[in-house]
């Protein structure tokens, strides 16, 4: 029987960050291609809701409530997938916050900084530790991080937003290259403008900041940003077998 590369039948997915946005999405489109995802999230309240939305379609899903960024938490998050799965063949670390929009240096509290960095560089990091025991059994395993063009191509309105997605950018790269000989294939995606809670948050800070319509800046945002649709089509492509031969980050509108 000739394979279909797209499918993902009975390959366990792990997302980070998927009560939401793309990560919610992504858990989506995996589900509907055929395989077992478990979405990871400090959202236990909304993880659960689509968790459940997805099952009810008849989908295998499993909701995990995480904090990526502690050791404790990611680690029993992995034990679970063992003992429940056995295996891990794919995971997305798609778990991101950004906070202090428009701060400049002296005003952004140190906190935030720190939060920031902890959730989309350590979280990673953490992730990519306890994952890689699992991942290298599979034999089609994929790590993908999400990073974003700020911080790897632009700037971003946050200082520590843009900070740390260029940090998880040269821990993709870097990640790659040491699992590049035990079979685990590591690529960085990186999102445009997308309608997200986190990016309309971002709209709604600057439109206050300006005096500008709050109303206004989320139509036109809705108007001219991408989906979290159109980027869980170019994930799931990229934990697919027809992705193979992709090597460092993409970029998505």
């Given at each position: 029987?000739t394979s ?7 390959k366990?997915?792990l997302i980070?960050?998927?009560a939401?946005?793309?990560g ?5 489109l995996?589900?509907?291609?055929g395989a077992?995802v ?6 236990a ?6 968790a459940a939305?997805?099952r009810?379609q008849g989908?295998?899903?499993?909701f ?9 938490s990611?680690s029993?998050l992995m ?5 429940k799965?056995?295996?891990?063949d794919?995971m997305v670390?798609?778990?991101?916050v950004l906070r202090?929009?428009?701060l400049?240096?002296e005003e952004?509290?140190l906190e935030e900084?720190?939060l920031?960095?902890d ?8 992730c990519?530790?306890?994952?890689t025991?699992?991942?290298v059994e599979?034999d089609s395993a994929?790590?993908?991080n999400?990073?974003s063009?700020a911080?790897?191509i632009?700037?971003?309105?946050s200082?520590a ?5 260029g940090g998880?950018?040269?821990f ?8 590049k000989?035990?079979n685990?294939?590591v ?5 445009g403008n997308?309608?997200t ?5 971002v709209?709604v800070?600057a439109a ?7 109303e206004?800046a989320?139509?036109?945002a809705?108007?001219n940003?991408?989906v979290p649709?159109g980027?869980?089509?170019i994930?799931?492509?990229?934990i ?9 980050a993409?970029?998505?509108?």
């Amino acid at each position: 029987m000739t394979s279909v590369p797209l499918d993902l039948t009975g390959k366990v997915v792990l997302i980070t960050g998927g009560a939401n946005g793309i990560g919610e999405a992504t858990a989506k489109l995996c589900v509907e291609r055929g395989a077992v995802v478990v979405t990871a999230d400090m959202n236990a309240e909304a993880g659960e809701r689509s968790a459940a939305a997805i099952r009810a379609q008849g989908g295998q899903i499993d909701f995990i409530q995480t904090d990526v960024r502690s050791a404790e938490s990611v680690s029993a998050l992995m034990d679970s997938i063992k003992q429940k799965h056995g295996r891990l063949d794919k995971m997305v670390c798609a778990a991101g916050v950004l906070r202090g929009p428009w701060l400049q240096p002296e005003e952004l509290p140190l906190e935030e900084f720190e939060l920031t960095m902890d959730v989309n560089v350590k979280g990673s990091f953490l992730c990519a530790k306890y994952a890689t025991p699992l991942l290298v059994e599979s034999d089609s395993a994929v790590i993908i991080n999400v990073a974003s063009g700020a911080g790897v191509i632009g700037p971003s309105s946050s200082l520590a937003y843009g900070a740390s997605k260029g940090g998880a950018n040269g821990f993709s790269m870097t990640l790659a290259n040491h699992l590049k000989d035990r079979n685990v294939r590591v690529n960085t995606l990186c999102p445009g403008n997308i309608v997200t809670q986190m990016k309309l948050s971002v709209d709604v800070a600057a439109a206050q900041r300006d005096g500008r319509s709050v109303e206004d800046a989320m139509e036109k945002a809705r108007q001219n940003y991408g989906v979290p649709e159109g980027v869980a089509k170019i994930i799931a492509f990229m934990i697919s077998d027809e992705a193979d031969y992709l090597r460092g980050a993409l970029f998505t509108r």
